[in-house]
């Protein structure tokens, strides 16, 4: 690779959340890595997101302003078009990123060439973990939460890992907040689905990654700080956005079943609250 060419490609998609994708982008420049492209997609955000980013950083990055919202991985699969790095790093504007961030990265590619994607460690802001990974989000699992309280069947967890742990293990996917992967994986496994909205696009891409043979990574010795929803929590369609993706990850009777998992057991517990009250 020729050094005006970039290493690394940040991909990062934003709807109306100005000040956190500030703190994000604050954190990935002050990380003063050289051979960096930065590509903002704004899903035309109406809290004058695309003014502020180009006040703030426009000779530093790339800002792509869309005249609608298209959705996540439909913006993302925009940035990854753009993208001229060897690597990717598609980033929620709502993460902050450590000085080290890119370096211990590029240790870890280096190290492991073959990997397909690679997720960090999530923390809450004040330093408390977050569930950084997600289990496969079957019926067996559904059951497993809901009728006999085990949560790390179906929630995101992290887990307990002092190296990195590959799906042999315990990952099945990381989190679409936080993914990095070589230009390598992205010709062999192709771009994001934009068969939806936002939500299960994440896990769909790491299903696709180990179908294809390559590792999904979790690395606890990264680790980054994420606000987690910044921008779901502002929509009014979220919950349609969950339904409609779960219905197409799974499929419809797959997704009905789950669901009758979930919601039977949801019943039971307001009728058993209703009589203590």
């Given at each position: 690779m020729t050094p005006d060419v970039p290493q690394i490609s940040v991909i990062i998609v934003s709807w109306n959340v100005k000040e956190s994708l500030c703190r994000c982008l604050d954190s990935i420049f002050t990380a003063k890595y050289p051979r960096l492209e930065v590509i903002v997609l704004d899903n035309n955000s109406s809290d004058g997101t695309a003014s502020e980013v180009k006040k703030k950083f426009a000779h530093k990055l790339k800002l792509i302003a869309n005249r609608q919202n298209l959705g996540f991985p439909k913006a993302v699969n925009q940035g990854l078009v753009a993208a001229k790095g060897e690597y990717f790093l598609i980033l929620n504007p709502d993460t902050r990123l450590p000085a080290d961030f890119f370096r211990l990265c590029l240790d870890f590619a280096r190290q492991n060439p073959g990997f397909g994607v690679m997720g960090p460690r999530f923390t809450d802001p004040d330093g408390s973990s977050q569930g950084s990974v997600f289990p496969e989000p079957t019926l067996?699992?559904?059951?497993?939460?809901?009728?006999?309280?085990?949560?790390?069947?179906?929630?995101?967890?992290?887990?307990?890992?002092?190296?990195?742990?590959?799906?042999?293990?315990?990952?099945?996917?990381?989190?679409?907040?936080?993914?990095?992967?070589?230009?390598?994986?992205?010709?062999?496994?192709?771009?994001?689905?934009?068969?939806v909205f936002m939500y299960f696009e994440d896990l769909d891409y790491c299903r696709r990654i180990h179908r294809a043979g390559l590792p999904v990574i979790f690395h606890p010795g990264i680790t980054i700080i994420h606000e987690h929803g910044q921008s779901a929590a502002k929509s009014p369609d979220t919950q349609k956005y969950i339904r409609d993706a779960g219905l197409w990850y799974h499929g419809p009777f797959k997704y009905y079943l789950i669901t009758t998992v979930i919601r039977s057991r949801q019943i039971i517990d307001k009728i058993i609250s209703g009589k203590r009250s």
């Open positions: 067996v699992a559904a059951i497993r939460k809901y009728w006999l309280g085990d949560d790390s069947a179906y929630n995101k967890y992290t887990p307990e890992a002092s190296h990195p742990v590959s799906v042999n293990s315990s990952v099945n996917s990381v989190s679409g907040g936080c993914l990095f992967f070589s230009r390598s994986t992205m010709e062999k496994v192709g771009i994001l689905t934009e068969k």
